[in-house]
């Protein structure tokens, strides 16, 4: 994991093999996107490393519904209370219903190309090619 600040209270976290914002000010903190599922330990600690508290997150934004921006969503919403947002066009697919990702074959013809391999291991490892449900709600109420 490496955390960097790209602007002020603006935190970029490089995950295992997907990334995630953390923005924080004087009011608290908010969480964009999540991890995959197996990430969520990560996404803890990256919180905790910038001297924040996981419970207090005002909120986490899902910016569209794939299982490596969704992975932490349900831990979040069940574990704190931690409203989960997302905009309306992507609830389906964040909450599970509908599920629009890369499949095994599209990714088995890329295995050539440097680091899709590894990348593919991680996924499996990641939990991230089952179906997972979270509690998230649109933008517009």
Not at 9 to 36: H, K, Q, T
Not at 72 to 78: D, G, K, L, N, Q
Not at 98 to 118: N, S
Not at 119 to 135: D, E, F, P, Q
């Amino acid at each position: 994991m490496n955390v960097s600040e790209q602007a002020p209270g603006v935190f970029f976290v490089e995950g295992p093999a997907s990334n995630w914002l953390i923005v924080r000010d004087a009011s608290g903190f908010l969480l964009i996107d999540g991890g995959y599922p197996a990430d969520r330990d990560v996404v803890l600690e990256s919180i905790r490393e910038l001297g924040l508290d996981p419970a207090d997150a005002k909120a986490m934004l899902i910016t569209h519904g794939h299982v490596d921006h969704t992975g932490s969503a349900a831990y979040f919403s069940r574990t704190f209370g931690t409203p989960v947002l997302c905009s309306p066009e992507e609830l389906a697919h964040v909450q599970g219903k509908e599920k629009h990702q890369v499949t095994f074959g599209q990714v088995l013809v890329r295995a050539w190309r440097p680091r899709v391999f590894q990348w593919m291991l991680h996924v499996i490892k990641a939990k991230a090619l089952g179906r997972t449900s979270h509690a998230c709600r649109g933008l517009d109420g």
